[in-house]
């Protein structure tokens, strides 16, 4: 199985920037894909984000368009997300996620990550 660590969340000021790490470890693990999910108060878990591990093909949501870039360390099987001009509407906690292959969706996921974006 694969382990999913994150670190980088915080509090923010509106308009200031963060970076999100996500390391995946384990005995053994294939990665297609890894992303970015995010779950405000009150609402339901949302895509943020994510890269495809071959090519570098990243995915976006409109929302976080022009301002959030995905980006990955292949030798660290680290993902990172990075988080500028943010919004108070970003608050929520960020999970980040792998998907093996594409035969299954997102199956493993981080314990979430708090981001808190004060205005």
């Known amino acids: 199985q694969v382990q999913l660590i994150e670190s980088g969340g915080g509090l923010v000021q509106a308009g200031g920037s963060l970076r999100l790490s996500c390391a995946a470890s384990g005995r053994t693990f294939s990665v297609y894909r890894m992303g970015w999910f995010r779950q405000a108060p009150g609402k339901e878990r949302e895509f943020v984000a994510a890269?495809?591990?071959?090519?570098?093909?990243?995915l976006y949501a409109d929302s976080v368009k022009g301002r959030f870039t995905v980006s990955k360390d292949n030798a660290k099987s680290t993902v990172y997300l990075q988080m500028a001009s943010l919004k108070p509407e970003d608050t929520a906690v960020y999970y980040c996620a792998l998907r093996p292959n594409t035969n299954q969706g997102y199956s493993s996921w981080g314990q979430g990550t708090q981001v808190t974006v004060s205005s």
């Open positions: 890269i495809t591990w071959s090519g570098g093909t990243t």
